[in-house]
């Protein structure tokens, strides 16, 4: 039999480019051929990271349409930095690239083609009898409480919808009405919402980057939602880092005891206030804790303008901030470090619960807030920053009283709780014959619907 050909066509942030290059890497190494249709400039991004290149393909693809040409609903959306703006963009930007994909799949004739927030994808593979797979990247917590059919009449989103699991998983005011983004969009483009439900609903696969053991029961809710079965993936296909630490950050590290370093950083797009900055390493500093800070500053700020007046003075024998790309998964996996405080992102989750590192959970958007509760709440191995309910704001004392909660006081009954169940669940997450189970049912599910896509032209 001819190996098969996958094409890929993540959604456009890197954040979710990069869970696609990973499946690439695992399909690559069990024989499939691999088309990554990308935009060209995550392409730079994307080639380091490929394992197989002679068996994955980069294809170009190229956005468009300037900021002048992107609609807005109202004045107030026309702020490049507001989220509005931002998910506007980027939905303009996918629906620009519509006939670039079309006229590359009519070229490439994969036999499968993976995708994720695109509702074009499954008419246009359907069309040149290619099957379509929906690979969701977030946790499937997040696409249970508002990317499912449920959720087109039921808009306060305090509550979860109809049917949702019985759970601890809820939005707080400031949270769910972020969320409402999701459901808006200038007037000729399809919402965030409309989007995720139309992909979905008519692909021939739905593929979830979770497991069981974390989300079993709102994976059983997805399918329901949309009467088709779904395929867990497993939560993380990290592979293991080949490279090593830069000596700048190893050296620094290794002045630390063991797991007494907290890392903290918001990921590639969360950028934070000045006023956010300032609460965030004040606390920081309050905390007593060890720390790497790796921030990105606003609206163009200097290093010395973003930080607190003389605090860098004061930290400097226990604390590193930095601003720019730095090697995350080695970080975490350095002995020093036994402390994570991220924004919430799974991605990050995933590499957080498979190294020692505790979690504080301080979300900025979307899914963070609802990845947060399920770490928190339902599985109980974080803790979150406490904030006001009305407007997410959070203090120095709120992220000192997290950090110690789960660095200092260790044996207290949060710093104990939140350590065995991080424990567990490592356990489980890493144990080598769960991750290649959920691996190999993927690629025989694909496999299978290939089957089935020769049986019907037959």
Known sequence: MMAIHVAMFPWLPFGHVNPFIQLS??????????SFLATRDNIPKIQPLLRFPDRIRLVPLDVQVPPTQIPTRNDSDSNPDSPVFKLTQLLVATDSLQAQVEAALSQLKPDIVVYEFVHYIPSIAHALGIKAVFYCVTSATAVAYHLVPACF???????????????????????????????????????????????????????????????????DYISEQYKKPVVMAG???????????????????????VGSVLYCSFGSDDILSKEEIRELLLGLEESGVPFMAVLKYPNCLTHGEALPEGLEERVKERGLIHSGWVQQQLILEHKAVGGYLCHAGFGSLAEAVASECQLVLLPQKGDQFLNARLMSRDLKVGVEVERRDDDGWFTRESVSKAVRSVMVDKEGPIGKE?????????????????????????????????????????
């Open 418 to 458: 939140v350590r065995a169940n991080h424990c567990r669940l490592k356990e489980l997450l890493l144990n080598k014959e769960m991750k290649s189970n959920y691996v190999d049912q993927l690629l025989q599910k694909m496999r299978d619907l290939v089957v089935i896509k020769e049986v019907k032209k037959a």
């Open 235 to 257: 939560p993380s296909l990290i592979e293991p880092q080949t490279d090593t630490l830069y000596e700048r950050w190893a050296r620094w590290l290794d002045r630390f005891p």
């Open 25 to 34: 890497n695992h399909l690559a190494f069990h024989g499939f051929n691999v």
């Open 153 to 219: 009449t039921h808009q306060d989103l305090t509550q979860p919808p109809p049917g949702f699991p019985s759970t601890s998983v809820a939005l707080r005011a400031h949270e769910a009405k972020q969320l409402l983004f999701a459901f808006m969009a200038p007037e000729g483009i399809l919402s965030l919402h409309q989007r995720v439900v139309m992909a979905m609903e008519n692909a021939d696969m739905i593929v979830l980057k979770t497991c069981g053991e974390m989300e079993s029961k709102y994976c």
